[in-house]
């Protein structure tokens, strides 16, 4: 059995679920004997027992070797573990004898959340390989990702993953959920994967614009699009004329759709 007591690592980003909460994320997750799932980040199985009892087949990807090793040997029938970090696994390769799509269920450390949002994204292929993800956040980036236009929040972290998902809040989670308590609170979220909401062109050339306009989001379109369309080889002026959209926008004010223009008019 693994360790209760096993002391979390500082350098794994590790705080473990208490139990009440425990039932409250399982019961969010909805899951069926239908599902297959990817959980990022069991830790000590607070939520990989509850889950292989409801779902068909548990894939957890574990980073911490000696919980790795515990969570193998209680010989779960339905629970396959991979001893290794996230971000440095091919996830389609490791995944590609599972069922699909697969389900993502995770507490990620959040230290690297967004980078395992980002991975994420690109695997999932428009919900053909992951359909969703349930992920339990820093509060702080579970409201960036939820954010809308005009919101203080909304940034290049809601309109990428908004481009290719739709994110649901579902929970929130005081620092006392967990132990040790982190410094924050918590939030869990939903993003379920679909094909992308408009036609940005290069897709690249998509993201360059995003981190570039939002990079100077205090100053209008205008100025803020300068650096990066200058960089492009393109006038701002010239791009912001071919999409029409208005130069006297500030950034927090586009649309995913006013984006993919702009970034279309480079072509």
């Known amino acids: 059995m693994i360790p209760r007591q ?14 009440a909460w425990v039932a409250k994320v399982i019961e969010s997750l909805r899951a069926t004997r239908d599902d297959t799932f990817l959980e990022i980040g069991p830790g000590r199985g607070a939520l990989t027992r509850p889950l292989a009892a409801r779902a068909g087949r548990v894939v957890a990807v574990e980073i ?12 779960i029938p339905n629970v396959r573990v991979i001893q290794s970090d996230v971000l440095g696994l091919d996830l389609r390769d490791a ?10 269920a995770g507490n990620l450390p959040y230290n690297i ?5 980002f991975a994420l994204l690109a695997a999932a292929d428009e919900g053909r390989f992951f359909s969703d993800a349930t992920l339990m956040l820093q509060k702080e980036v579970a409201d960036r990702l939820a954010a809308r236009p005009g919101r203080k929040q909304y940034g290049g972290l809601a309109i990428q993953v908004g481009l290719t998902a ?46 570039g306009i939002f990079l100077q989001r205090r100053k209008t379109l205008a100025n803020a699009l300068r650096p990066v369309a200058d960089s492009l080889g393109r006038p701002a002026a010239e791009l ?21 223009r702009l970034a279309r008019a480079v072509l």
Do not use: M, W, Y
Not at 171 to 192: H, N
């Open 166 to 211: 739709d994110v649901e809040p579902l929970l929130t989670l005081p620092p006392g959920a967990f132990r040790p308590p982190p410094k924050v609170t918590s939030a869990v979220v939903r993003l379920r994967f679909r094909p992308p909401s408009v036609d940005v062109g290069d897709r690249q050339v998509f993201e360059r614009l995003v981190r």
């Open 6 to 19: 096993a002391r979390p690592r500082k350098r794994f980003g590790q705080h473990f679920l208490e139990a």
């Open 113 to 117: 959340s967004s980078p395992i949002l």
């Open 64 to 75: 911490d070797r000696d919980l790795a090793t515990a969570l193998a040997n209680e010989q």
């Open 240 to 260: 912001l004329e071919r999409a029409h959209v208005d130069g006297r926008l500030r950034p927090e004010a586009l649309t995913v759709d006013d984006l993919a």
């Open 95 to 104: 995944l590609r004898d599972e069922r699909q799509p697969l389900r993502v």
